[in-house]
């Protein structure tokens, strides 16, 4: 019942936070340096209502499902500002094909201040341990895909890696591995199928930013399962 309850929580808190700060934050992110070529929309022409909506409804349905998964448990309050972060990058990511470090980076240390905090009140350090190397392992892949295919993985997504991983890698290693690298797994085959209907040409970049996010809460689902059940 009280895993039901943190669910509820979460989402009343979520869809709120990220209906009202997605708009907030496109009006006033900075604009990338663009490659000659390239062109985006602008990020003041995304705050829209249809931007607030789609925030708020993606930071409330990933925040119930992820503190119904997590409960009242340390790492909740982490995890709340991960989820709204990631509805609004998610969206930006989806529009643009940008990850804009503006808000990744202070989201960073929003989730790792909440973690250390979580570690104090519970002792949980063991967890803040395992989240800060799985955080160096998840950028550390990541930063070795781009760097040997840099057309396939934006340093966006390179930061968003790490970001996903200390978060996931507090809750377990199999939490980290099925959130992460399913996330990757998602990414690939659909735009691989995406790309074959023609949604997106094969020369621009694939928006992998809300694939990531969307493993990551299958990480947090199944994650633990899927290791027990690994490891008999």
Do not use: H, N
Request: net charge positive.
């Amino acid at each position: 019942m009280s895993d039901l309850i943190a669910g509820v929580v979460a989402m009343v808190v979520c869809a709120p936070a990220a209906y009202a700060l997605g708009p907030w934050l496109l009006r006033r992110i900075p604009e990338p340096i663009l490659e000659e070529g390239q062109t985006k929309p602008r990020y003041a022409e995304l705050a829209t209502r249809r931007a607030a909506i789609w925030c708020g409804v993606l930071a409330g349905v990933a925040g119930g499902v992820v503190g119904w998964r997590i409960g009242f448990a340390g790492g909740l309050a982490a995890w709340i500002a991960l989820v709204v972060s990631g509805a609004v990058l998610g969206y930006i990511d989806a529009r643009t094909r940008y990850l804009p470090s503006a808000i990744i980076w202070p989201t960073y240390g929003v989730v790792s201040v909440a973690l250390v905090g979580a570690a104090v009140v519970t002792g949980q350090w063991q967890s803040l341990g395992r989240a800060a190397i799985a955080g160096l392992i998840g950028f550390g892949v990541f930063y070795l895909l781009w760097f040997v295919f840099p057309r396939g993985v934006g340093f966006g997504d390179v930061r968003l890696s790490g970001l996903l991983a200390v978060a996931l890698g507090w809750l377990g290693w199999g939490e980290f591995v099925s959130g992460l690298y399913g996330g990757f797994f998602l990414g690939a085959v659909l735009g691989i199928l995406l790309t074959a209907a023609k949604v997106f040409r094969r020369k621009e970049m694939f928006p992998f930013g809300p694939f990531m996010l969307a493993g990551a809460v299958l990480g947090v689902l199944f994650g633990g399962p899927l290791e027990r059940l690994y490891l008999g």
